[in-house]
């Protein structure tokens, strides 16, 4: 999978956060489609985004493709399994920014839905948040 070319939050940037250094170090892969921006619930002092993709590539290939990037990116994936009341698979990631605070990067991947034109469609969530300054 190639990587689609700049960071999928750059249209969220509120008074310079998240950092060049962390947003520069969040891609996606090409050939998915955002599908929608869910309000997040997070507090309006902190960044947290949430974007929703779909892809025609399979689940396993989208987690491979994230858990390669995150890590080559310098995020520590700290946790990985079954996400909370949804099917699929969740990753969870921390990095330190130069903003003196810590990013969370989670990715949720859908199980892939066959279609009846022999297509598939794998749901990608893909949520940024400002996690404290001493996580």
């Known amino acids: 999978m190639t990587v689609k070319a700049g960071s999928p939050f750059t249209p969220f940037i509120v008074a310079g956060e998240p950092p060049p250094d962390i947003l520069n170090t969040l ?3 090409a050939g998915v489609t955002l599908v929608r921006t869910p309000h997040t619930g997070g507090s309006a002092t902190s ?7 779909t892809s025609p590539a399979s689940a396993q290939s989208l987690y491979t493709f994230f858990h390669n990037e995150l890590r080559s990116r310098g995020w520590r994936i700290f946790s990985s399994g079954p996400p909370v009341n949804h099917p699929g698979v969740e990753m969870l990631a921390q990095k330190a920014g130069s903003d ?8 949720i991947i859908s199980p892939t839905k066959f279609k009846s034109d022999g297509s598939q469609s794998t749901e990608v969530t893909f949520r940024l948040y400002q996690a404290s300054s001493d996580a």
């Not at 960044?47 to 993709?53: I, M």
Request: glycine share 6%.
């Open 47 to 53: 960044f947290d985004h949430t974007l929703v993709y």
């Open 27 to 29: 891609v996606i892969p």
């Open 100 to 107: 003196s605070w810590y990013w969370e990067a989670g990715v």
